[in-house]
Structure formats: structure tokens, C-alpha cells
């Protein structure tokens, strides 16, 4: 059974700043995924992560992955207030291909 | 637009009751699947469904039942409402054999009082 771990759950952090947002998962996952929620809404697909050592980039965000360390990434470059989230990360297991999400992380972008 | 429409948006029900929430998606997608987010947000899958099997995640109560009329429409039966259903309830769909990744609805709000 595939089991994700996400940390940190909670990051508040200065505009301006830099910092990373951690996915480990427990066994072979057919692609890696990075979401984003804000309050009251719906699940927003960030990235698709498909093989190991994928890096992907919008904005101030960039994903990666590792599959041998079973780890990844999402790193936020300079954030900004508009970045504030909750961010989860999810793989991908099993005939149906259900997403195993991990606990979100709650980003706060102080100014 | 093409997108996974849920509806009621929000439900609020007594205990015992039995409500459905109803999904449909117009992307063409094989697969739906319902998930539940807690209050700490944790979402969690219940059922994944296709034309050829249904998956049942083992920890969902057998008073959840998904009910498939068609390939576009997934929807969520619930039957005797407790207390603990209180979450906000998402449906998605991909497609299996070609990667277009998911596609989430909205959420139904269920506020069990």
C-alpha cells in the first residue's frame, strides 16, 4: 500500500523568501503529482511528474523527483502573497491509478 | 465548459438521513473516482470506478454505495448519516489509458447535524 509523507504541514514565510515543501512515498509510484487548494475550493493541478529526475518550473514554483530516494520536491523561489496555499502532494498506485494524497502542507506568505 | 460538475455544492442533513451527491464529467474521461477531505484536510480515496471494475477503498462504511447510470456520471449514495460523514466530498476523472492527468470537481460541503 502506498503511504505519502508530506512536511512540513504548516510554513509561514516572508515575501522574498525562499523554501522547499517535502514528498516522501513508501513504494513504486506510477507518476507523482503536486496540487494546490485554496480555502473553500477545489484541488488545482501544479505538476505531473513522470520519471525519475523530472523537474518542472511555473512561476515561482519547481517541482522534482527522485524516485530513487522516493522523494519530491516543490520548491518556492522568492514567494509572494499570492502563493499562500494549502499544497499536497499525491501518487499514483494500483489498476485504477487512485491518488494516495499526502497531508498538505499550509503556506503562509507573511509580507 | 468541459469540466466534473458536482451538485448540491453544500448538503446539510440530519442524522439518519440518506442523501445522494451526484457527479457528472464531460471530458470523455473512463474513470471517476470520489474522495473525502476531513476536517484537517486529509483526503482520502473511496472509489475509483470504470466500465470494468469498481474499487472499493476497504476503510469506507458499506453505507457508502457509488451508483454509475453511465460512464459520465458517478454519484455518491449515502445511507443512515452520522455525525462523522461531516467532510467535504470530491469527485474527479482521468482517463486510464491516456494521460491527461485529473480532473477534480468542486466538492459538496456535507454537514451532518
Known amino acids: 500500500e502506498l503511504k505519502v509523507e508530506q512536511n512540513p504541514l504548516f510554513l509561514s514565510m516572508q515575501e522574498g523568501k525562499n523554501y522547499t515543501i517535502y514528498c516522501n512515498y513508501s513504494?513504486?509510484?506510477?507518476?507523482l503529482y503536486w496540487y494546490r487548494q485554496d480555502p473553500g475550493k477545489s484541488l488545482e493541478s501544479l505538476f505531473v511528474l513522470l520519471s525519475n529526475g523530472a523537474v518542472k518550473q511555473e512561476g515561482r514554483l519547481m517541482a522534482s523527483l527522485d524516485t530513487k530516494a522516493r522523494l519530491s520536491t516543490l520548491h518556492i523561489t522568492a514567494a509572494v502573497h499570492d502563493l499562500s496555499a494549502t499544497y499536497f502532494c499525491?501518487?499514483?498506485?494500483?489498476?485504477?491509478?487512485?491518488?494516495?494524497f499526502g497531508s498538505g502542507t499550509q503556506l503562509t506568505v507573511l509580507p | 465548459d468541459t469540466a466534473v460538475s458536482q451538485t448540491p455544492k453544500y448538503l446539510v442533513t440530519q442524522m439518519g438521513n440518506d442523501k445522494s451527491i451526484k457527479c457528472e464529467q464531460n471530458?470523455?474521461?473512463?474513470?471517476m473516482y470520489w474522495y473525502k477531505q476531513d476536517s484537517k484536510k486529509f483526503l482520502k480515496i473511496m472509489f475509483s470506478y470504470n466500465n470494468k471494475e469498481l474499487i472499493i477503498n476497504e476503510t469506507v462504511p458499506n453505507r457508502f454505495s457509488p451508483k454509475s447510470p453511465d460512464k459520465a456520471h458517478l454519484n455518491l449514495h449515502i445511507n443512515s448519516l452520522e455525525l462523522g460523514d461531516s467532510a467535504v466530498y470530491f469527485c474527479a476523472s482521468s482517463h486510464l489509458d491516456r494521460f491527461y492527468g485529473y480532473t477534480f470537481g468542486s466538492g459538496t460541503r456535507l454537514t451532518v447535524v
Open positions: 471530458l470523455g474521461h473512463d474513470t
Open positions: 499525491a501518487g499514483e498506485s494500483g489498476s485504477a491509478r487512485q491518488l494516495t
Open positions: 513504494t513504486t509510484s506510477d507518476r
